[in-house]
């Protein structure tokens, strides 16, 4: 006899929490000055870029300065096994953070040859980076344990929910198989609940009510 394999669906971060961290990383920017202000800047742009590319953690640690484009928004990605790929970022105010944050590290990053740096002046690694979610998350308010790896699945849910085609999202994420990305389709299903409950035609039906 043959068990199905049970899918374990990927957690992802509800829209309205997204909101609620950058807003509170961006109300806390104005607040600051000096250092401090050049740091929440650099992990404002850090959060954003996840959402805005779905990228692995490592993946962003690692961006070389080199590597992205902030006239255009082309980010070069070196993805699982030497893989690269371009992943366009087009969302202005996303641009606009990352502009700032260069502007304000500009000797740092082309000291270090990496985007991001850590406040000494070297990559900023993976390690960090969690640390660093996991602070602005308690910060902000937010009860959910949030990961990096939470905004790739929400970046491929969402744009799953749009309409987005799978296939389209599997470039994007660098899946070498379809199978991985389609996981995101059953994750979209709370969408297709959305749909049935309000524009089925059933609803609009006259029809007789049982006494």
Known sequence: ????????????IPREEIEQLLNYIYASLNSLSGIQYKHSLRDAAVIEVFFATGARVYEISNIRAENINLNSGLIRIMGK?????????SNTAVLDILRKYYEENEPEIKKSGYFFINNRG???TEQSIR???KKYTLKAGIQRKITPHMFRHSFATYL????????CVQQILGHSSIKTTQIY???AAKKQADILRELHPRNNMNIVKVA
């Open 122 to 124: 070297k990559r900023y």
């Open 131 to 133: 640390l660093m979610l």
């Open 160 to 167: 799953i929910e749009e309409g987005v085609d799978v296939s």
């Open 81 to 89: 096994g030497g893989k690269e790929r371009y992943i366009q970022i």
């Open 185 to 187: 389709i059953h994750v």
């Open 1 to 12: 006899m043959k068990f199905k394999e049970t899918i374990i669906l990927p957690r992802i």
